[in-house]
């Protein structure tokens, strides 16, 4: 690719019209390069470095770049010098026991990041996005996901209203509800959270029939951060598995 073409993929139309996404630093092209083992869509990735990696052994094409090149490919402040050019990847059909985390209308590609990482360290779950979130394959959210966008089945544009043709058994996080620490929050097959911002609407969660549930805390604030919300309620899970 021209390193032109390569600069495009930051606009998310750009990724969208190539089904094309960029992993940039040491630690997701070696994740990339792990999951690649497994994912046969990731066999066509291609790597742009500069000299300083030029004895990087990989399954995949290197192409060696001049410094000011990287500058122009990189999203970064402080290049390290090395980014992947990877496919989009398609969300692979649900596993056996594999569960769901619903976002309605996320903003934050690092919350997002945080959340995938958070699913892919328990997992066995795919995340579900609604019209109106984050772009998962944000330079963000990518870099905040660690490398856990190459685990964990994404899956964009999915609507509230699907949910119950899918899931029997919603749960809802919300401040008044019942305890996660409960049998029947660990029972739920797919898990809906609000926005940073305007948390989840009433008459469509009365729609989908989602029970409520809450995480006990002294009330002291006023809101607990998506993503730590999400790490406790996962963990709360795992636990009681």
Same mark, same amino acid.
């Given at each position: 690719m021209?390193?032109?073409?390569?600069?495009?993929?930051?606009q998310?139309?750009?990724?969208e019209?190539?089904?094309?996404?960029l992993?940039e630093g040491?630690?997701?092209?070696l994740?990339?390069?792990k999951?690649?083992?497994?994912n046969p869509?990731?066999l066509s990735?291609e790597?742009?470095?500069?000299?300083?990696?030029?004895?990087w052994?990989?399954?995949?094409?290197m192409?060696?770049?001049k410094?000011?090149q990287?500058?122009?490919i990189?999203?970064?402040?402080?290049?390290?010098?090395?980014?992947?050019?990877?496919?989009?990847l398609?969300?692979?059909?649900?596993?056996?026991?594999?569960?769901?985390?619903?976002l309605?209308?996320?903003q934050?590609?690092?919350?997002l990041?945080?959340?995938l990482?958070?699913?892919?360290?328990?997992?066995?779950?795919?995340?579900l996005l609604?019209?109106d979130s984050?772009?998962?394959?944000?330079?963000? #959210?990518?870099r905040?996901?660690?490398g856990?966008?190459?685990?964990?089945?994404?899956?964009?544009?999915?609507?509230?209203?699907?949910?119950?043709?899918r $899931?029997?058994r919603i749960?809802?996080?919300?401040?008044?509800g019942?305890s996660?620490?409960t049998?029947?929050f660990r029972?739920?097959q797919?898990?809906? $959270?609000?926005?940073? #911002?305007?948390?989840?609407?009433?008459?469509?969660?009365?729609l989908?029939?989602?029970?409520?549930?809450?995480i006990?805390?002294?009330?002291?604030?006023e809101?607990?951060?998506?993503?730590?919300?999400? #790490?406790?309620c996962?963990?709360?899970?795992?636990?009681?598995?």
């Open positions: 021209k390193i032109e073409d390569i600069r495009k993929l930051h998310k139309k750009f990724r019209e190539a089904g094309l996404f992993l040491e630690h997701l092209v994740e990339l390069q999951a690649a083992t497994r869509q990731l990735c790597i742009y470095c500069t000299r300083e990696y030029e004895h052994r990989s399954p995949f094409t192409h060696q770049v410094s000011v990287m500058q122009q990189s999203e970064t402040r402080t290049p390290q010098g090395i980014v992947a050019v990877a496919p989009l398609t969300p692979p059909p649900p596993r056996p026991g594999e569960k769901a985390v619903y309605h209308q996320i934050d590609p690092g919350n990041g945080t959340i990482r958070t699913l892919a360290w328990f997992g066995n779950y795919r995340c609604s019209p984050v772009e998962p394959f944000n330079g963000k #959210a990518v905040a996901s660690m856990a966008i190459l685990h964990v089945p994404v899956e964009t544009e999915v609507t509230l209203e699907s949910l119950p043709a $899931y029997g749960a809802a996080l919300d401040m008044q019942e996660i620490a049998q029947a029972d739920r797919c898990f809906v $959270y609000g926005s940073e #911002a305007r948390g989840l609407p009433k008459e469509a969660l009365a989908i029939k989602a029970r409520a549930f809450t006990e805390g002294t009330g002291a604030i809101s607990l951060n998506l993503a730590a919300a999400v #790490a406790i996962q963990f709360e899970l795992h636990r009681g598995a």
